[in-house]
């Protein structure tokens, strides 16, 4: 009843930027907060950068200075501008939403999209 779907993801040079994009659909009453998380291999998922429908906002110590996020809530839409990438952020890039459904507004649920990958090399 709810998907969200990534884009943006690619090959990059060090150095370069990326913009990776998240939209959520569905049966949507209301979306609390959105962001990002990422999976290198044979590491843990980790918290990149995370967004509050108030544009609250939290960047992992990595990332910061770096990367930027921003929501458009009108679109339910979060959006994640990387810049100065390095080899380490090469990983696969998984959007999140913490929402409430249509129907089951009492309820606050943890959607996923599918990842994306982002590989930082030359």
């Known amino acids: 009843q709810v998907q969200l779907v990534e884009s943006g993801g690619g090959l990059v040079q060090p150095g370069g930027s990326l913009r990776l994009s998240c939209a959520a659909s569905g049966s949507i009453f209301s979306i609390d907060a959105m962001g990002w998380y990422r999976q290198a291999p044979g590491k843990q998922r980790e918290l990149v950068a995370s967004?509050?429908?108030?544009?609250?906002?939290n960047y992992a110590d990595s990332v910061k200075g770096r990367f930027t996020i921003s929501i458009d809530n009108a679109k339910n839409t979060v959006y994640l501008q990387m810049n100065s990438l390095k080899p380490e952020d090469t990983a696969v890039y998984y959007c999140?939403?913490?929402?409430?459904?249509?129907?089951?507004?009492?309820?606050?649920?943890?959607?996923w999209g599918q990842g994306t990958q982002v590989t930082v090399s030359s």
């Open positions: 967004i509050s429908s108030g544009d609250s906002t």
């Open positions: 999140y939403a913490n929402l409430r459904r249509r129907g089951a507004i009492w309820l606050r649920e943890d959607y």
